[in-house]
């Protein structure tokens, strides 16, 4: 094996991300894919490698006169985009392909409405698995979040405040982006008055269900150093799965996966959370947010709420954290939005939403079971 | 119009003695045969010692509360007229860590306290199924 190769991010790009958008997972893949092809300065033709978490990686390569492809993959069931974006990183690190295309697309997911009245049922892993669980009424993630978000209350310093004001902060950041959905400010007042989904879950809570289209490229530092952006590079990332899918019977749910991914991370990196200057972590729930911060070491352990109401995730904050406005605001783009926007942090162009001298950005993706986490640099 | 019927385990899968158990009143968990570790989801393999020789047993019943969440939208038809009520995860004492996915039932969820004692009851919910649900133990 020759040495591996430092890699980097030079090209980001959304589909014409909404609800209910009625287009195809093709068509969202062929717009982001021209968003990133766009903000790179690249042609298909330079894309030698694809990967993808939704739909299929040669197919969507086909359809954009990509290739031949050197490397390609289709992700399963993982921790988000933050699989794809690792695998395609590890292909430009080995040589399998120097210039890699990566993936998700998500479409909408059905309503409780829609299950409610047997409209449309709930996908599940493993149907074994779900047999045990689905004659309790236990069907839905927001119901292993419930399990979590209770036991987190009880394990830490959190309140229920600490929730209203990490949706008012998160909020604050939309109406920056205007490529958020939701961008209308919202109160404590709002917060606490929104309906419980599987209490002490909210809706707002929640990441917002839409159908998206997110593309990644990834290429080596030397390549991406003659791009049309500044190369973004990648310092390092970790992948880690501590269980089956199981969230209900985490062993403890307080410091799942993220605890161990975190460790991992640092231990590839001689960078350390001190450095970092904002972090893009994910709002599937928003207690996924308050264990990364803490996993991650970016706070005190069980002091989540407390750093989150004392201000200091907010822009201007010491630690800006989801700038973009999670994806409780600008939809489910299933982590891709957390690397997309930390590409665009250490660009220094996001305008009014941009963090002072941003060089160190971490993103992460996931919670319980398995998840995964990237640091980057400014190049 | 007759009533949604429950959602039903999938059929012939490894955890049918957990179900007949509890059509008969029993709450009976996986337990490897050469070491004695309790696994819950059962599984074809023991992940302590890796034998295959399993069989359900019988257990107490009684446990602690881990966590619950009390679940306000129906996400299938059968559950409609049944919201709110509480999912909750309970922690047998047979073994350390040894969890169980439930129901906790005749306790109001502001009443409701992580590690508060609980004791299986069951609860049926059609002629074909039978559900291990918890209630907060009675004192001796």
């Known amino acids: 094996m020759t040495s591996l190769r430092k890699v980097a991010i030079a090209g980001v790009g959304y589909s014409q991300v909404g609800r209910h958008t009625g287009l195809s997972e093709r068509h969202h893949a062929a717009q982001a894919a021209v968003a990133a092809l766009g903000d790179a300065g690249l042609d298909a033709a ?10 299929d990686a040669t197919d969507f390569a086909w359809m954009l006169g990509m290739g031949p492809l050197r490397w390609h993959l289709n992700v399963g069931v993982s921790p988000a985009f933050i699989t794809p974006a690792i ?4 292909a430009v690190a080995t040589g399998q392909c120097d210039v890699c295309i990566a993936f998700r697309i998500m479409m909408q997911q059905p309503s409780a409405a829609q299950i409610a009245s047997g409209a449309a049922t709930l996908a599940s892993p493993s149907m074994e698995d779900a047999g045990m669980m689905y004659p309790f009424g236990d069907f839905s993630p927001t119901q292993w979040a419930g399990l979590l978000t209770n036991r987190y209350l009880h394990d830490s310093d959190a309140t229920e405040e600490h929730f209203a004001r990490f949706a008012v902060v998160q909020r604050e950041h939309a109406v920056r982006n205007e490529e958020a959905l939701q961008r209308t400010p919202l109160t404590v007042e709002d917060y606490l008055a929104a309906p419980y989904i599987s209490k002490p879950v909210r809706l707002l809570d929640c990441d917002l269900p839409c159908d998206s ?27 880690s799965s501590i269980r089956d899918m199981n969230f209900e019977l985490l062993d403890d749910m307080t410091h799942t996966s993220p ?18 200057d904002c972090a893009q972590l994910y709002d599937g729930f928003s207690v996924i947010t308050f264990q990364w911060l803490e996993a991650l070491g970016l706070c005190d352990p069980g002091a989540a709420g407390p750093f989150i109401a004392e201000g200091n995730t907010r822009l201007g904050g010491s630690l800006p954290v989801n700038t973009d406005g999670g994806a409780c605001n600008v939809g489910r783009r299933h982590g891709a939005n957390f690397c997309i926007e930390a590409t665009r942090q250490l660009r220094g ?31 | 119009m007759s009533a949604p019927a429950p ?7 490894i955890s049918e003695f957990f179900w007949s158990g509890a059509r008969r009143g029993q709450l009976m968990i996986q337990r490897c045969q050469a070491c004695g570790t309790y696994i ?20 107490s019943g009684r446990g602690s509360l881990y966590s619950f969440t ?24 047979e073994q350390a860590g040894l969890r169980v996915l439930t129901n906790l039932v005749r306790v109001a969820e502001a009443d409701v306290r992580i590690g508060m004692a609980v004791q299986v009851e069951f609860e049926r919910l059609s002629d074909d199924l039978t559900i291990p649900v918890f209630a907060p133990a009675v004192a001796a």
Not at chain 1, 358 to 377: H, I, K, Q, Y
């Open chain 1, 46 to 55: 330079d894309i030698d490698g694809a990967t993808t978490w939704g739909g």
């Open chain 1, 213 to 239: 289209g997110s593309a990644v490229i990834f290429t080596t530092e030397e390549r991406a150093r003659d791009l049309r952006q500044k190369p973004v590079l990648v310092e390092a990332s970790a992948l």
């Open chain 1, 87 to 90: 695998h395609a990183a590890m």
């Open chain 2, 40 to 59: 819950h989801l059962p599984r074809p393999v023991c992940r302590a010692c890796h034998s295959f020789d399993l069989l359900g047993e019988p257990v």
């Open chain 1, 349 to 379: 162009t996001c305008g009014v939403r941009q963090v002072d001298g941003a060089e160190v950005a971490v993103w992460a993706n996931a919670v319980g079971p398995f998840s995964g986490a990237m640091l980057l640099t400014a190049g």
């Open chain 2, 7 to 13: 959602p039903t385990p999938a059929p012939g899968a």
């Open chain 2, 70 to 93: 009390e679940t306000h939208r129906p996400f299938h038809p059968f559950f409609v007229d049944r919201v709110p009520y509480l999912v909750a995860v309970v922690e047998l004492e």
């Open chain 1, 259 to 276: 605890a161990h991914c975190a460790q991992v991370l640092w231990s590839r990196t001689s960078l350390k959370p001190g450095d970092v």
